[in-house]
């Protein structure tokens, strides 16, 4: 019995070595990863704050797309592309999509693509 627990004695240079490999690469991902989420977060909420804007239905969808990029530069996410909102107006409707795509590198030529979806239907009262 003495003589199993005197081989267990822990784990050897190469089991720590993949363990900190392992530490480093996910926390290589967290430090790519979070800001793509905070910029996110401020492009779903601006969107949500479509909600609460009074008599946005009537206003023109070019009125609409610049009061959102107006809401993103003061959020400092203004990395949005052109084509990214849409904006879809009939009769008592309106219906804004955000969709976008954010690709950074991770490391070589290995990249990280995160992709993102925000709708919202507002209807007139």
Known sequence: MNSLLAKQRGMTGLGWLTVLALIGFF?????????????HYSVASTVRSLEKEPLITKKSP??????IK??????????????????????GVLKVDVNYEV??????NIELLVTFEEHIELVAH
């Not at 107006?70 to 009769?91: E, G, H, V, W």
């Not at 690709?103 to 070589?108: R, T, Y």
């Open 103 to 108: 690709k950074k590198p991770l490391f070589g």
């Open 62 to 67: 070019a009125q609409i797309r610049t009061m």
């Open 27 to 39: 926390s290589l991902m967290i430090l790519k990863l979070a800001p793509i989420y905070l910029d």
């Open 70 to 91: 107006k809401r993103l530069n003061m959020n400092y996410a203004s990395d949005l592309p052109k084509d990214a909102i849409k904006i879809k107006k009939t009769p």
